[in-house]
């Protein structure tokens, strides 16, 4: 067996002595008593001991095991654990409307679904009896006394792990996992993930040792992501094969809470979600930031706006740190990448897409095509066009939901959803998503000049409004003086008057990307949408 396959990969790296030790914002909720300081073979026998409870409550090989709880890191943890007795995780977030996790949980019919009891009271209160798609459900905690626990509900601490579940190893190109896309439009898609995909292609690409971007014996790599999606699955295994010296955990963005744990052990690396980084902005301008010894910074996920990677460049003390933009999907994986530097980003007055520019495809690994979205015919360089990539690790398909696979597949190529412009030299520069396009203009774009000109704005998003004309929406603690307004988006096209909300006011995906569908369907009631959403 492979020692990168996710079920074993922690007892290779026991036995090989790894010294990481893992540094936890809070417990993890598989192992509440375990405190917030790990090492790896602690964490081998925890992925051990979850995998004979799996067993124990029935997951079988071939089997769906769900699992949808609060954002921790124990969403990788209990996925290795299937996929140790066979088993396939199906990791879906918490941030699921009871109704949408209902549609999901049918669609897997799970024989164990791991979940919290509060998410069974959620669904419960919307009328939505969660566990009837499961055979099992395990709960992570016991609940309160009276809940009125159902036959076929249990918890965790109750089943037993006194003997450790055999190996089960699938072929490597039978489903391995189920991960959910981000669900910026409707339901998520339930994407399907085999061995030879996730971890011969993705993870181990990533295992490689690529100068920079692979973690040293001495670095101290953080992670503030969205632990319910595919990416947290890969880079458990291929970070801690590399072995860094200590792997910071970050659960909860909050500043203070964030702020507390990496000040005790300053990172070196740091991987976020974008809307992590903004909410850091305040912790990157202190005096004695805890991001003053990082050399390398990486964003996935969604857009990133120039101002929010200047502000942590600037805030590290190294001579040259890096900024690391990819550009991928669930379903294909990484498919470019560029490294910001503070030289590149050192202009602000001017419009231009800094960040847009996407970089190149990852040469060897991916083909990218830009064509027309009306014939998908082949576009000149230069031109708009839809893009389309070619990759080995594409997935197996939509579970559920084969029709609106084929809707996304020409032979070898997977149409992106997402409109670009593809330079001479081969570089991808991203317009807007096909769903949220307006004519003539780039949203993204937009943004990124309204954020670098107005700091006191949080996020700003650009959809399409009643009267034809953009509207923009501005995330911000407080009004925006029309003067300072005017004078930003002096040179842009015509916009409308900008609304402005509060952060808790504008609705977001498990990894912080803005629902605008759902924003514009809550406050823009008559706005006009120009893209047809067929691959979305």
Not at 119 to 124: H, P, T
Not at 182 to 203: F, M, N, Q
Request: proline share 8%.
């Amino acid at each position: 067996m492979k020692p990168l396959h996710p079920g074993i990969v922690f007892d290779a790296l026991a036995r090989r002595r790894s010294p990481t030790v893992v540094h936890l914002s809070r417990p993890l909720d598989l192992a509440p008593d375990a405190g917030t300081r790990l090492t790896v073979p602690q964490v081998a026998a925890l992925v051990r001991v979850t995998a004979a409870r799996l067993a124990a409550a029935g997951a079988r090989p071939g089997d769906h095991v769900a699992v949808v709880k609060r954002n921790h890191w124990d969403y990788a943890l209990i996925a290795c654990a299937a996929a140790r007795i066979g088993a396939v995780p199906a990791l879906l977030s918490d941030h699921l409307d009871p109704h949408v996790l209902d549609t999901l949980l049918d669609r897997l019919q799970p024989a164990v679904l791991v979940t919290e009891t509060r998410l069974l009271r959620a669904g419960s209160a919307a009328g939505v009896e969660l566990t009837r798609h499961a055979g099992l459900t395990v709960t992570l905690d016991r609940g309160a006394p009276g809940d009125g626990r159902r036959a076929n509900v249990t918890a965790l601490q109750d089943l037993p792990d006194v003997r450790s579940a055999p190996i089960r190893r699938r072929a490597d190109g039978l489903p391995l996992v189920v991960l959910q896309t981000s669900g910026t439009t409707g339901a998520p898609k339930l994407v399907v993930h085999s061995t030879t995909t996730l971890i011969r292609r993705l993870t181990g690409f990533e295992a490689l040792p690529w100068p920079v971007l692979t973690a040293g014996r001495e670095d101290v790599f953080a992670s503030a992501t969205s632990f319910a999606h595919g990416r947290a699955l890969s880079w458990t295994v291929s970070t801690f094969w590399h072995q860094p010296r200590e792997v910071v955990i970050v659960a909860d963005p909050d500043p203070e809470v964030a702020g507390r744990l990496l000040a005790e052990h300053p990172p070196t690396i740091v991987e976020a979600l974008p809307s992590t980084y903004v909410r850091w902005h305040r912790l990157a301008a202190q005096e004695r930031n805890p991001f003053r010894d990082v050399r390398l910074y990486i964003s996935t996920f969604d857009a990133v706006h120039p101002p929010t990677v200047r502000a942590f460049l600037q805030a590290s003390r190294r001579r040259f740190p890096l900024w690391m933009q990819g550009w991928g999907q669930t379903e294909t994986g990484p498919l470019t990448f560029r490294f910001f530097t503070r030289r590149a980003l050192a202009k602000r007055a001017q419009r231009h897409p800094t960040t847009r520019n996407l970089g190149w495809a990852l040469p060897g690994w991916v083909g990218l095509q830009v064509v027309d979205r009306h014939t998908f015919r082949p576009v000149p360089r230069g031109e708009v066009g839809l893009v389309l990539s070619r990759t080995k690790a594409r997935c197996l398909g939509y579970l559920g939901e084969q029709d609106r696979w084929r809707e996304k597949v020409r032979g070898p190529w997977f149409n992106t959803g997402d409109l670009a412009v593809r330079s001479r030299s081969g570089a991808v520069r991203l317009l807007d998503r096909e769903v949220d396009m307006i004519p003539g203009i780039s949203c993204v774009e937009l943004e990124d000049v309204i954020q670098d000109r107005l700091p006191e704005v949080e996020e700003a998003v650009v959809l399409g409004g009643v009267d034809r004309t953009a509207q923009p929406v501005l995330i911000a603690d407080g009004p925006v003086e029309p003067a300072r307004w005017k004078e930003a988006v002096r040179d842009l096209p015509a916009l409308a008057e900008p609304l402005v909300l509060e952060r808790d006011a504008v609705p977001r995906t498990a990894t912080g990307k803005v629902r605008r569908h759902e924003l514009r369907e809550r406050y823009l009631a008559g706005a006009i949408g120009h893209g047809t959403g067929r691959w979305t």
